[in-house]
């Protein structure tokens, strides 16, 4: 009978998924929109302490499994690039996008303005959606998390990250948008530099911040649609790449 | 010594206020808007029920003073318009502009576009800051309320209420928008009415909603600049009105 019940769930969410796939796509084509949707990642492993470890590097358990390396000092090498909670991997800025494309299966999305749907909001905190954007030359993470700052009360962390030096990412602004219900909500800032850590990025709370309450009158049956769009945001200095 | 060290701490004081608001004239004036500068009304005495008390009228103690009525079916008269934490204060939609005004010296602004100037952000919640905004032929109230819906987790909450009815409500879109350091924030809705409760909208979390963290990012100097537009969202309808 437990068997039976099991079965009978899973196959009601694999409809789900379907439906929501298509009602995504039916709404967002209409305005000429990439959309691209967006499973979680759930993770029982949560180490807060993870960017601070790596930066001093006195655990040496968490040797990195791509790109061994003895010196921290190389200002190149990212400590946290992978931003999932229970990836210790570390390693040179180049090969982040096929670290996360390869290892995590993260997708990678092309365009001037796209949509992210995450899907599944109701989840159980920590929880990521996490998805790569190609635009303007330039690899970007967008990283939406479910995190309890304060324990039983969970909210939304929305930040964008240049896969590139914080010289580069100050050459860009990013835009994000939730828009239902006759309600508008616009974040606009300059990309942090994966460099910079993720983890930090949201506790210092330097991103677009929703609480359950906001998440759910954004979210239409359990998914927050985010509507994505970078711009240079000022004339390309040549000097700052030199 | 304690009188001196006291009368020194108030001159102090009153010479901060004075640079503050010179500051954020200073500031503003260059892009042509109006700046108010709105100091805090701090409340010790908090009652998070009393809408639900004045609507169901229980509570025969809460009385209003300015007009006596028996019948609490009556569709126009405000159970809560006062949104100030400590004021029971109850009546017609007609008398809440002259009660704010005359009983909480609550300042009216003129103007398409002001700039609300919030002083003294690290005050203790609950604290409210209020104006009344007129413009397009009626009268807003903005309300930013900080407060801790989760013990020892301020949050701020901006929102802004038509004083109408909220038919007359649904014509307009305010928007609230912060900008500073390369971040902006904007959050575009419809105003609710006066009638429906500012304590309701607020925990419903149906408003703008700051962490503290994000607070002090947009805040200069323990103030915070709330931009506030208002436009007509759709063409008047003659026959809402009838």
């Excluded at 800025?93 to 995450?118: M, Y």
């Excluded at 899907?119 to 939406?144: E, K, R, Y």
């Excluded at 239902?180 to 506790?203: G, Y």
């Amino acid at each position: 009978m437990l068997f039976f019940t099991q079965c009978f769930g899973a196959v009601l969410d694999l409809i789900h998924l379907r439906f929501q796939h298509y009602k995504a796509k039916r709404v967002f084509s209409a305005a000429g929109q990439l959309v691209c949707v967006v499973n979680p990642t759930h993770s029982l492993k949560y180490a807060p302490t993870r960017c601070a470890a790596a930066q001093t590097s006195t655990e040496q358990s968490i040797l990195p499994p791509c790109h061994h390396h003895e010196a921290v000092h190389d200002p190149q090498l990212v400590p946290c690039t992978c931003p999932l909670f229970s990836c210790p991997w570390e390693g040179h800025l180049e090969v982040v996008v096929s670290h996360l494309r390869q290892t995590h299966r993260i997708n990678i999305l092309q365009g001037a303005e796209i949509v992210f749907l995450a899907t599944d909001m109701h989840l159980p905190a920590p929880t990521d959606w996490i998805i790569m954007h190609s635009c303007l030359g330039h690899q970007f993470l967008l990283v939406l998390r479910k995190q309890e700052k304060y324990e039983g009360h969970p909210q939304f962390f929305a930040t964008m990250m240049l896969i590139g030096t914080p010289t580069q990412a100050d050459n860009f602004t990013y835009r994000l948008e939730l828009n239902r219900n006759q309600r508008r909500l616009k974040w606009e800032a300059t990309p942090r530099s994966v460099l910079e850590c993720v983890d930090s990025v949201i506790s210092d709370g330097d991103c677009l911040v929703l609480n359950t309450s906001l998440a759910q009158l954004f979210s239409d049956n359990g998914s927050l649609a985010i509507g994505i769009a970078i711009t240079t945001s000022k004339v390309h200095n040549a000097e700052d790449e030199m």
